[in-house]
């Protein structure tokens, strides 16, 4: 017993060493374990979602793909935002300074593809909105020719071009397996955010249901379209000054900045190197944050 209590205290150095490198490679392995479990579960309901939304709007990219880009806009914004804070004289200071501006930009750059994503599929139903006008306008003519409904959304699909022959034409597929064509145009105004398109749905559904005549209906809504658009058209002319307005202001902090800094450097600099400073740059940018947010309330209306 005293023979290996002296080994012990002898060798104790080692022995702790070794115990903490197990220690360490045991919880690294299991974190990773638990990581590459997290992150397989992550992927593939990612994957499913996000190829199900794809498909519903006829956009043909790989999810994985979409994945991989998340990751790789995550380490390059980290990356440009890490060397630019790291190359300020003010805020490489202190070493925290890069490492947060550096996950803040990784952070940000994680949700870059998803968000040029929603920017396509807000432009695609913004495109759909203008050709309503001229589908409606051609199903018009179908029916006053003799033509039925169906006949007429084909006449639509086979002349107008995407995305409106895409999404009727869906509709038309899930009418010549069974689906009721009013529960097919039910299902288009929840892939297609569009008020008009749920005037036509609903007005069809009625007609339908009631009697009426489709064509005049179908006249009626194009002309409401058409003027709905006109007036669209001459508020964007009218609110365009308040929203060059709000970019001129919202940017004048900034030119101040600069031109402040360039005639008193050293007085510019203490509001990156002190405390006080920090908190008026965190009200500034919540001021900025709420300024913009009012403006385009604003400047937005609904027709």
Known sequence: MEAMLEIFSKYQLYFISIFLFSSIVLFVISGFKVFTQKYSEYEEQYVKATGATLGEYFIFIDPQKILFMKFAAAFIMFFIAFLLTFASPFLSQHVIVPIIFGTAGGFVGFFIPELL???????????FGDQLVDGLTTISNCLK??????????????DMEPPISQEFGVVLK????????????????????NQDLVLMVVSVNIAREIGGNLAEIFDRIANV??????????LDALTAQGKLQGWVVGSMPLALGIILYKM????????????????????????????????RKIVNIDI
């Not at 994503?117 to 495109?127: D, G, L, Q």
């Not at 020719?145 to 086979?158: I, K, N, T």
């Not at 379209?225 to 001459?234: A, D, G, P, S, T």
């Open 264 to 295: 008193q450097p050293d007085a510019v600099s203490l509001l990156f190197t002190t405390i006080w400073g920090w908190i008026t740059i965190a009200v500034v940018i919540v001021l900025e944050i709420l300024g913009a947010l009012m403006i």
């Open 117 to 127: 994503i929603k920017h396509f599929i807000k432009k695609r139903e913004e495109k």
């Open 145 to 158: 020719a003799g033509l039925s409904l169906g006949q007429g959304l084909e006449m639509m699909v086979d």
């Open 174 to 193: 899930e009418n010549r397996l069974g689906k009721s064509l009013e529960d097919s145009m039910n299902e288009l105004t929840t892939r297609i955010d």
């Open 225 to 234: 379209i058409r003027e709905r658009n006109v007036l669209k058209k001459k």
